[in-house]
């Protein structure tokens, strides 16, 4: 049999995007006009950049003889491998996402997906949160997927709320402050 049609195993790569559990548990994927966006640039680097170059580099190393000992060929093939992966999941992700634009919401009273959150914590520290779909999310810039403990938590408050927030070390509160839309 052709080794390309023999599964090989991966290692340390993530799991096949057809294999991986649903990361929502059934929920809808909320994304925001930016996320989407930079889901599907990634999406076009991947197939109209990135493996383009890859296929050339492993033809090449194809070309070259013995390919079992041929690293460009072998790493080549792994690469593209992981490409494919990422292409699918990004496909999925897009074509089940459901874009929800922060500055159309009417209700900016209460927090909802998309607001900016400014928050304090009983010992007086103020922290500001966006909640964002969670591909989107990126917890050292303050974006964090709104269905996290923290923006579960926040969901529908409004400002001068104290909601309950269940943290590794226990039950923490936390005080809304200010919420925001985009303009």
């Known amino acids: 049999m052709s080794k390309a049609f023999?599964?090989?195993?991966?290692?340390?790569?993530?799991?096949?995007?057809?294999?991986?559990?649903?990361?929502?548990g059934g929920a809808r994927n909320l994304v925001t006009p930016r996320g989407i966006q930079m889901l599907r640039d990634e999406l076009h680097s991947l197939r109209h950049e990135e493996r383009p170059k890859v296929v050339e580099v492993v033809s090449w190393a194809a070309g070259n003889g013995d390919r079992s000992e041929n690293g460009d060929?072998?790493?080549?093939?792994?690469?593209?491998r992981e490409i494919d992966r990422r292409i699918r999941y990004l496909r999925k992700r897009i074509d089940s996402a459901e874009v929800v634009d922060p500055n159309m919401q009417k209700n900016r009273a209460q927090v909802f997906f998309g607001a900016t959150v400014t928050y304090a914590t009983?010992?007086?520290?103020?922290?500001?949160?966006?909640?964002?779909?969670?591909?989107?999310?990126?917890?050292?810039?303050?974006?964090?997927?709104?269905v996290s403990p923290i923006a579960r938590a926040l969901l529908k408050a409004r400002v001068g709320a104290t909601v309950k927030v269940r943290t590794p070390t226990g039950e923490d509160e936390i005080e809304v402050i200010r919420i925001e839309y985009p303009l």
């Open 122 to 146: 009983l010992d007086d520290t103020r922290h500001t949160i966006t909640l964002v779909g969670i591909d989107e999310a990126d917890a050292d810039s303050g974006l964090i997927n709104w």
């Open 6 to 24: 023999v599964k090989e195993p991966d290692g340390d790569i993530e799991a096949d995007a057809d294999d991986a559990p649903d990361l929502l």
């Open 73 to 80: 060929y072998i790493y080549g093939k792994k690469r593209l």
